[in-house]
């Protein structure tokens, strides 16, 4: 049985993002709960965010399945953890490599589940100080629209 479809959603997004060689390298995760280590930074934490529903079709044929809209929000978090006084500058390098990555116009594992690329949505700024160091998050949101059939 494949992948619930936001899982593989998720896995495009991370394998994107390892394959565009940002800063972070491979130091991408998804759904890094309570995990992150500044000791490893610059990183990207994915995380899967709310998803809208909704019936575009009324279903036909033997299983009368329906055609789903749906609108899955991803969370891509660009995490640096720096004594240096530029860590907003670092985060914001970090960001762009993301945004490029994400908005690529060559190929990406994004095109093989999405019929078009996700669209930025926001990006929100969050900092924190870890004894001598600040942590710095660049949080982007993206919304990935997909249809599927009901049940599927």
Known sequence: MADFMQDQILQA?????????????????????DMRSTLATPSIDIEAGDEEVAAVSMGAGQTGARTLMREFRVEVHGVIATTADNYRTQASSLHQQIERALLSASPTFLDAVLRERPRLMGIRPDKDGESSKVVYVMRSMWLCKYSAKEGA
């Open 13 to 33: 997004f991370k394998q994107t993002l390892i394959q565009a060689a940002t800063a972070a390298g491979t130091r991408v995760r998804i759904e890094g709960v």
